[in-house]
């Protein structure tokens, strides 16, 4: 137990702001949006879609993390190193099985000393750790490959583009679009189960996969406990820089 009790970060700091600021990186992915638009992310894990574009000058609006803005924490979250690590554990839940996810999220629960955090934690607890819709078993990605829709996002992208781009496509024209599509399903197929066909994916992303599989598979060696586990997590889920 000595060895759990080393690995809690410090205790989150009242609600004044805090005056060391985090360290910030911001990097803009091309065709980042459903609608293949430029998206703009930053190392702490927010996301930012154009608001406005001048002729020189991008003006951009977060869209991410919406329940930290909403509650007032973005400022902490940007400021506090405390609330950014406790709040990084908190959306680090998904990496756990999900027999662990209920065990440490009331453990970061009672750890709750701000009523804006407080607010996060009941939020999190009525939505997705008690309610009904989703519970932890819908939303673990525990020893996932595949953890997000970006492979449907980019497939529905490609599907746009072969649709010259329009927005109101007739019935007829969608019905023989998605037809030549689905004949394609058999081949893909194929393709995949005889290892011909791979998935795309860049190499600092491949880098990101590795590193949660070796983390995963420590767990399930028993050389990892859970929160372990939940902590290096934490410092991994996010935008790859």
């Known amino acids: 137990m000595e060895l759990e009790v080393s690995l809690e970060d410090p205790p989150l700091q009242s609600e004044e702001p805090a005056t060391t600021p985090v360290s910030v990186s911001f990097q803009i992915i091309v065709e980042g949006t459903k609608r293949g638009h430029?998206?703009?992310?930053d190392s702490l894990g927010y996301t930012y879609n154009i608001k406005s574009q001048r002729s020189n000058?991008?003006?951009?609006q977060c869209t991410v993390r919406p329940k930290i803005q909403e509650v007032g924490l973005q400022h902490a979250y940007t400021h506090d190193e405390a609330t950014f690590k406790y709040l990084r554990k908190l959306m680090a839940l998904p990496f756990l099985p999900e027999g662990e996810?209920?065990?440490?999220f009331e453990r970061l629960a009672s750890q709750a000393t701000t009523t804006q955090v407080r607010t996060v934690i009941e939020y999190i607890s009525r939505t997705w750790i008690n309610g009904s819709v989703w519970p932890p078993s819908t939303w673990s990605i525990f020893n996932k490959s595949v953890?997000?829709?970006?492979?449907i996002e980019g497939w529905h992208n490609r599907l746009n583009k072969r649709a010259v781009g329009?927005?109101?496509?007739?019935?007829?024209?969608?019905?023989t679009?998605?037809?030549?599509?689905a004949k394609l399903t058999s081949l893909h197929i194929r393709l995949v189960s005889e290892k011909k066909l791979r998935r795309i994916q860049r190499r600092k992303y491949r880098e990101l996969q590795n590193k949660l599989f070796i983390l995963w598979d420590?767990?399930?060696?028993?050389?990892?406990?859970?929160l372990q586990l939940l902590?290096?997590?934490s410092h991994l889920n996010g935008p790859v820089s």
């Open 101 to 104: 996810i209920t065990l440490m």
């Open 177 to 181: 679009l998605l037809h030549k599509e």
């Open 57 to 60: 000058v991008t003006y951009w």
């Open 38 to 41: 430029k998206k703009l992310i």
């Open 166 to 175: 329009r927005s109101s496509l007739p019935f007829y024209l969608l019905i």
């Open 218 to 226: 420590e767990y399930l060696r028993g050389d990892r406990s859970a």
């Open 147 to 151: 953890r997000t829709n970006n492979d």
């Open 231 to 233: 902590k290096a997590c």
